[in-house]
C-alpha cells in the first residue's frame, strides 16, 4: 500500500497541481474553523459584547429587509403584477416570514473554487467494495429506467467480472493516465471515464463519484477562464459521455448511500400522475460529509442546461436532477435558482423538453416544505403572463400548453392556491374598475390586453379543475376555490361589457377570435364582426350546457329557464341581421328540447331532490350521447375544427381556399 502511495503522490506531484491542492485545502481548513468558532460563540452565554452587538445588526438586518420586501409588495401597480417584471429580483432575495429555508446558502459560490479540495473527505467513507456488490437482477428491478439504460449504451458494463472488484491499483494508475506536461492539466479519456463507471456501477464507490462530479465540473465550466478546473476535454465524445454518465450515476450512488423516503398522498394530478412526496434522507455524518459534493453538482446542472442544445441532454438534465431535489430542497438559493431554469425551459424549450420540465416542477412543488410551494406557484403564474404578453398565431399553442400545465400544478394544494387566487383575481378586479371608472382610451388598455385576457381564462381554468364534482369528502376542500367562482364571472363579464357597438353592413371575411385581441377597425360595428360574435357566444354556450355536470343534472330544465327567457330577450331587441337570429334561434330550439328529453326521464322517479345518493345514482345513468344538445355541440365542434385546418393551411402557404 505504501508503495502504490508513493507511486500515485508521485505522478500527482509531477502533474503540477500538488501546490494549488495543498492551499486549496488549507482555505477550506480556514473556513472551517472560522464556522466552527461561530458555532461555538453562539453557543457561549457569556459571549463578549462586540459579538452580541453583531448579532443583533444581523437581526436588526433582517427584519430591516423584511420590513422593505412587504412594502414593496403592497406599493406593487397593477400594470407591474401583470408585466411580471419584479419576478427576477425577487428570484435574488433570500425570503421573506416563515420560510422553512435553511441559512446553509453562504458557501454555495464556494464550492465552485475549490471543489476537488473540499470534497476529499468523501474518500474516507469509501467501504469495503464487496459490501456494496449488488446483483444485476436487483438493479433492473429496483431501477429499471437506469439499468435499460446500461443495456442500451454501456452493455459491456453489465458483464463485468468479480475478479477485478476494488482494484485500487487499476484505479489510482488510470485517474492519471492523461500524463500532463508542465502546468498543464490531464486530458480526460473514455479509459478513465470507463473505470469510473465499472468503479460506480460494482461498488457504489464514493471515492469514483467525487472523481465523477470533479470533471463533470470541468466540463460545465470548461469555456470560462475564471475557474480552476482539474481536468482537459478535448474530444466531444468524451463530454457528451462524461455528461450523460454524471446524470445518470449520480443518482444510483447517491440512492444507495443517502436513500430518500417516498410516502403515497391522496392527492391527484389531473391527467399526469399521482402526488408522491419525496422526504429529503435522515441526516447522518455520511450526509452532511457529501452535502456539499451534492449541492455543487446540482449548481453545475443548473449551470450547463444554459448551455445545452441537445433536447435529448436537456431532458435527461432535468429528468435525472428532479431525483437529488430531496437532497438540496434545504437550500433556499438553490431551489430558487433551480425553479427559475426550469421556468425559462418551460416557457421557451421544445415541447418535448417543457414535458419533462413541468414534471420537475411539480415534484419541486410536492416537497414537504410548503414555502417552496408557494414560491412555485408565484413563479409559475408570473413566468405565465409575462410570456402571455405577445400571442399570435405561432405562440398560442405554447401558452395554452403553459396554462393547462400550470393549473395542473395550482390543484396540488388547494388551501395554498386560495391565498395566490385571491389576490391574483382581486388585481384583475381592480384593473377592470379603474378602466370602468376613468372610460378613457388608455384605461381600456388595461383590460383589453392579452394579458389581461389569458389571466381571466387560467383562473377560470384553475377553478373548473379544481371543482370538478367527484364526491365525497374532497368537496368540502374544495369549498374555498368555489367561493371564489362569483367574483372570478364578475370580473369576466365586466370586462365583455365595458365596451358596447351596434352592427352596420360588411363584406369583410370572418375574424378570428383565437389570435386577434382587438377587431381592426374596419370591422367595427360591422354585421360580419356581430355574426362572429353571435356564433362564439352561442358556442361555449352549448360547450357549457353539453357538459354531464351540468346536462346530465336532474335539474337541467329549470337550470335552463333563466337562459333561454334571456336569449329570448336578445332575439327581440337584436340588430345583428338574420344570421345572429338564426343563431340564436336554433341555440334556443336545442335548449329547449334537451330539457323536454330530460324532464322525460325524471318523470318517473319516485325519490325526493333531498335524497342527494338517489339523485347521484339517477345522472350516473343518463345517456348524453342521445341528447339533442349534445349532438347538437359535437356538430359545433366538428365545424370548428374543419375551418381551423383551413386557416392554418391558408397561413402555411398552402393553396387552399378559407370558406367565407
Not at 467525487?210 to 482539474?230: Q, T
Not at 353592413?505 to 377597425?521: G, K, W
Not at 362564439?536 to 354556450?541: D, T
Not at 333563466?562 to 336554433?586: E, N
Request: glycine share 4%.
Amino acid at each position: 500500500m505504501a508503495k502504490r502511495g508513493t507511486k500515485a503522490t508521485r505522478k500527482f506531484a509531477a502533474s503540477g497541481q500538488l501546490t494549488k491542492k495543498i492551499q486549496a485545502r488549507r482555505k477550506h481548513q480556514q473556513i472551517q474553523r472560522n464556522v466552527h468558532k461561530k458555532k461555538g460563540a453562539k453557543a457561549n452565554k457569556g459571549r463578549p459584547e462586540r459579538v452580541a452587538h453583531v448579532d443583533r445588526e444581523s437581526e436588526e438586518d433582517e427584519q430591516n429587509k423584511a420590513s422593505s420586501t412587504k412594502k414593496s409588495l403592497k406599493g406593487m401597480s397593477v400594470d407591474d403584477f401583470l408585466g411580471a417584471s419584479f419576478m427576477e429580483d425577487e428570484v435574488e432575495e433570500s425570503g421573506g416570514e416563515g420560510s422553512d429555508f435553511s441559512d446553509n446558502d453562504e458557501h454555495d459560490d464556494d464550492l465552485h473554487d475549490h471543489d476537488d479540495a473540499s470534497f476529499a473527505s468523501v474518500d474516507e467513507l469509501e467501504d469495503e467494495g464487496e459490501t456494496h456488490m449488488l446483483e444485476l437482477s436487483k438493479l433492473a428491478e429496483k431501477d429499471p429506467e437506469f439499468y435499460k439504460y446500461l443495456q442500451d449504451h454501456d452493455r459491456e458494463l453489465l458483464e463485468f467480472s468479480m475478479d477485478v472488484v476494488n482494484d485500487d491499483d487499476h484505479v489510482d494508475d488510470t485517474d492519471d493516465a492523461g500524463e500532463s506536461d508542465g502546468d498543464q492539466l490531464p486530458t480526460l479519456t473514455e479509459n478513465i471515464l470507463r473505470t469510473w463507471q465499472k468503479s460506480l456501477l460494482e461498488t457504489r464507490s464514493l471515492r469514483a463519484l467525487r472523481k465523477l462530479l470533479v470533471a463533470f465540473r470541468s466540463a460545465v465550466f470548461m469555456n470560462e477562464d475564471d475557474k480552476v478546473l482539474a481536468w482537459t476535454i478535448d474530444s466531444p465524445t468524451v463530454y457528451d459521455k462524461l455528461v450523460r454518465t454524471a446524470l445518470r450515476y449520480t443518482p444510483v450512488v447517491l440512492d444507495h448511500h443517502v436513500p430518500t423516503k417516498l410516502c403515497q398522498t391522496d392527492v391527484f394530478i389531473h391527467h399526469l400522475l399521482t402526488r408522491r412526496r419525496s422526504k429529503a434522507p435522515t441526516q447522518t455524518q455520511k450526509l452532511k460529509t457529501l452535502q456539499k459534493l451534492i449541492v455543487s453538482f446540482f449548481h453545475n446542472i443548473i449551470h450547463i442546461t444554459s448551455q445545452l442544445s441537445d433536447p435529448e441532454l436537456l431532458k435527461l438534465a432535468i429528468t435525472e436532477s428532479a431525483k437529488v431535489l430531496p437532497y438540496v430542497t434545504s437550500s433556499r438559493k438553490t431551489v430558487k435558482r433551480y425553479l427559475k431554469a426550469c421556468l425559462d425551459l418551460w416557457s421557451t424549450a421544445d415541447d418535448s423538453v417543457r414535458m419533462v420540465t413541468i414534471l420537475a416542477i411539480h415534484k419541486l412543488a410536492s416537497a414537504p416544505d410548503e414555502s417552496i410551494l408557494d414560491l412555485v406557484l408565484k413563479s409559475t403564474y408570473q413566468t405565465l403572463v409575462k410570456s402571455s404578453k405577445n400571442t399570435n398565431s405561432h405562440s398560442l399553442p405554447s401558452i395554452t400548453f403553459m396554462k393547462n400545465s400550470a393549473s395542473e400544478i395550482f390543484c396540488l394544494n388547494q388551501q395554498a392556491t386560495y391565498q395566490h387566487a385571491f389576490g391574483f383575481i382581486r388585481q384583475l378586479a381592480i384593473h377592470l374598475r379603474s378602466s370602468m371608472k376613468l372610460k378613457t382610451k388608455d384605461s381600456y388598455k388595461q383590460v383589453y390586453n392579452w394579458q389581461y385576457v389569458h389571466a381571466v381564462d387560467f383562473w377560470s381554468l384553475v377553478l373548473a379543475r379544481a371543482c370538478e364534482n367527484q364526491g365525497g369528502a374532497d368537496d368540502r376542500k374544495k369549498e374555498g376555490l368555489q367561493l371564489l367562482i362569483y367574483p372570478l364571472v364578475q370580473v369576466a363579464t365586466g370586462a365583455i361589457t365595458l365596451t358596447s357597438t351596434k352592427s352596420k353592413a360588411s363584406t369583410l371575411r370572418p375574424l378570428d377570435f383565437e389570435t386577434n385581441l382587438r377587431a381592426p377597425q374596419q370591422y367595427v360595428k360591422t354585421r360580419v364582426y356581430a355574426e362572429n360574435v353571435a356564433q362564439e357566444a352561442a358556442f361555449l354556450i352549448t360547450e357549457w350546457l353539453s357538459v354531464r355536470v351540468v346536462h346530465a343534472s336532474i335539474a337541467f330544465p329549470d337550470l335552463v329557464v333563466p337562459i333561454v327567457a334571456s336569449l329570448r330577450r336578445a332575439l327581440k331587441t337584436a340588430h345583428g341581421g338574420p344570421k345572429v337570429s338564426g343563431t340564436t334561434k336554433a341555440l334556443v330550439e336545442r335548449i329547449e328540447e334537451s330539457a323536454r328529453w330530460i324532464a322525460q326521464r325524471r318523470a318517473g322517479v319516485t325519490f325526493a331532490p333531498a335524497n342527494t345518493d338517489a339523485v347521484g345514482v339517477w345522472e350516473g345513468e343518463v345517456q348524453l350521447e342521445d341528447a339533442p344538445l349534445f349532438k347538437y355541440a359535437r356538430v359545433l365542434r366538428k365545424t370548428r375544427e374543419r375551418q381551423r385546418k383551413l386557416v392554418e393551411k391558408a397561413r402555411s402557404g398552402e393553396d387552399e381556399m378559407v370558406e367565407e
